[in-house]
């Protein structure tokens, strides 16, 4: 069975990371919400989520992919949590998907991941990092690294990581259940 870790932050979006998680698990991969503290985390949006394990545990186990919602401050969070820049390094290295969406691809360039690669984010967010070839699509790939836009992309950012996970006809199940 595949595996995805999600990685949640104070003040990260809760769209992005509820679609995400719902998403995948529908689709039959293995995920599992990781808060970068223990307890419960409120996101950006002051709802409240209960991951299922910390990053701590987490960094303790192998994931063929990782998911890092916006929002802020959850991207700042995750940016100044250097377990975070390490397993992002160490995952891209093991030639694993490496992902995030919203603000949270500046975390990815912040570990020098998207020198000279394509992605997109959300406006601005990518701002600080002139090496990156920024692309407005609502999903972008560089191999197996994918970054999406912001909120109103979750769900085509969900399916398509889906879909690399699990294949074209999975995704295709998953996404006539939506009734979208």
């Given at each position: 069975m595949k595996s995805a870790l999600v990685l949640f932050a104070e003040g990260s979006e809760e769209?992005?990371?509820?679609?995400?998680?719902?998403?995948?698990?529908?689709?039959?991969?293995?995920?599992?919400?990781?808060?970068?503290?223990g307890g419960a985390l409120r996101g950006s949006r002051g709802i409240t989520l209960q991951p299922d394990t910390t990053l701590e545990a987490a960094l303790n186990q192998e994931f063929d992919m990782i998911?890092?919602?916006?929002?802020?401050p959850g991207t700042n969070n995750l940016k100044a949590d250097a377990r975070v820049l390490q397993l992002v390094k160490k995952m891209h290295a093991q030639e694993k998907y490496v992902t995030a969406i919203c603000a949270a691809p500046s975390v990815l360039a912040t570990a020098g991941l998207l020198d000279g690669k394509r992605a997109t984010s959300f406006p601005t967010a990518l701002n600080n990092f002139p090496n990156v070839n920024l692309q407005a699509s609502a999903v972008v790939e560089d191999g197996k690294l994918i970054t999406s836009r912001g909120p109103g992309t979750a769900m085509d950012f969900a399916l398509t990581l889906l879909e690399r996970l699990v294949g074209a006809a999975k995704r295709g199940e998953v996404e006539a259940g939506l009734v979208r």
């Open positions: 769209l992005e990371a509820v679609t995400i998680v719902n998403i995948l698990r529908r689709g039959g991969v293995s995920v599992s919400l990781a808060g970068l503290t998911v890092l919602p916006g929002g802020q």
